[in-house]
């Protein structure tokens, strides 16, 4: 019996719409797109919950961290730079 209205893991999603799979959690947790725990970190969300979100307009992919770039990652430094904290707060410096 196949499923007509499958469960998907966040990873499916983000490659299925060229997003990072911390960008799906940051959704299932905003409520933008509902779904259910499978784990500490692991989400399934049903096909039908995805499309009724992109139908709606819930949300935008435009300017969205690409695949494979996790937006919580620190900053890509050019040669010379470094990360310093000032007063709790991340800044970059000329080395």
Known sequence: MIDEDPWMSTAE???ELGVHPSTVRLWVSSR???GVRAGARKWRVRR???SR????G????EGL????R???SPPTLRPGERV???AGREGRAAG
């Open 13 to 15: 999603i983000a490659r």
């Open 32 to 34: 933008r797109l509902a």
């Open 48 to 50: 039908s919950e995805l």
């Open 53 to 56: 979100m992109l139908r709606a």
């Open 58 to 61: 819930d949300v935008s992919l």
């Open 65 to 68: 961290a690409p695949l494979g």
């Open 70 to 72: 996790d937006p919580y």
């Open 84 to 86: 310093i904290a000032l």
